[in-house]
């Protein structure tokens, strides 16, 4: 089974590029983020028919994720823990049945957190937390699951073209790197790092000052993979061509394959 994830930035944008990652890709599921979009507005009929099922947590103008699924899917949360002190769409969570059952797949978009010393930081990391929660929930059932998403953060130097430039940004903080080791501690993979142990393999590149080009990336698109999941790991990769496209997100899909014949 193929999972993937995909800041897709604006999907009214990238109906195009979508539909046609999508076909060519064929995963199982799909979670999406920074759809910016409402139910209304999100391009359900040309994703329902490449033969996707289709749920999503939108919201006017900014932030939104979505599910893409080739499967029957059991939508299991719409937000995280404690969703009274959250009215931004930045979760979204789904189980399908396999022949080695069940699988969970969330769906996140974390916070970008700067400027640093703001309430937006702190939203950050009261966010990771509560992700947390939600990991050790999911963890305590002992079946597989995959937090997929974009995290916002960058794990170490070793993500990031450039460790001075980012010294000051919330995606480097140790706060930041701290919450993301945390998931890690608990017992959870890094699917990326899992089976490429070295050198950078960046999801995204801005779209100022030539960072495609010049190959100017970070490595802030995660799958995180529960025990049961990481067991059943057989491969993974990072999309990189779609960053080449016209009219491009500035990230690109990365996606892994769990063996559950």
């Known amino acids: 089974m193929k999972i993937a994830t995909w800041n897709v930035n604006s999907v009214r944008k990238r109906t195009g590029n979508l539909v046609s990652w999508l076909q060519s890709a064929k995963p199982d599921i799909a979670v999406l983020q920074e759809i910016k979009a409402q139910e209304a507005q999100f391009p359900r009929l040309e994703i329902e028919a490449a033969g996707y099922k ?5 919201q006017k103008s900014w932030n939104g994720v979505a599910f893409l699924s080739l499967h029957p899917v059991e939508i299991t949360a719409r937000s995280l823990p404690d969703p009274e002190t959250d009215e ?6 789904g189980r399908v049945q396999t022949p080695q059952g069940p699988l969970t797949v969330g769906g996140l978009y974390l916070p970008n957190g700067n400027p640093i010393h703001t309430d937006k930081f702190a939203y950050k990391i009261a966010w990771m937390d509560r992700l947390a929660q939600r990991a050790c929930q999911l963890l305590a059932t002992e079946e597989m699951f995959v937090l997929g998403g974009d995290y916002n953060v960058i794990p170490t130097d070793a993500d990031v073209f450039s460790p001075t430039a980012f010294a000051n940004d919330a995606l480097t903080q140790p706060q930041s790197r701290q919450a993301l080791r945390t998931l890690l501690n608990m017992g959870m993979t890094d699917a990326v790092r899992a089976l490429h142990v070295e050198g950078p393999h960046y999801t995204f590149w801005d779209y100022q000052a030539g960072a495609w080009q010049k190959n100017n ?3 802030i698109d995660h799958l995180l993979l529960s025990p049961q999941a990481a067991d059943r790991l057989t491969a993974v990769g ?6 080449g496209k016209a009219e491009p997100s500035d990230h690109v899909p990365v996606w892994c394959e769990l063996d559950v014949g």
């Not at 289709?54 to 939108?58: F, K, L, N, Q, W």
């Not at 931004?88 to 969570?93: L, T």
């Not at 990072?238 to 960053?243: F, G, L, M, N, V």
């Open 217 to 219: 990336g970070l490595r």
């Open 54 to 58: 289709v749920e999503i947590v939108g």
């Open 238 to 243: 990072i999309d990189k061509a779609e960053r």
């Open 88 to 93: 931004q769409a930045r979760y979204i969570e």
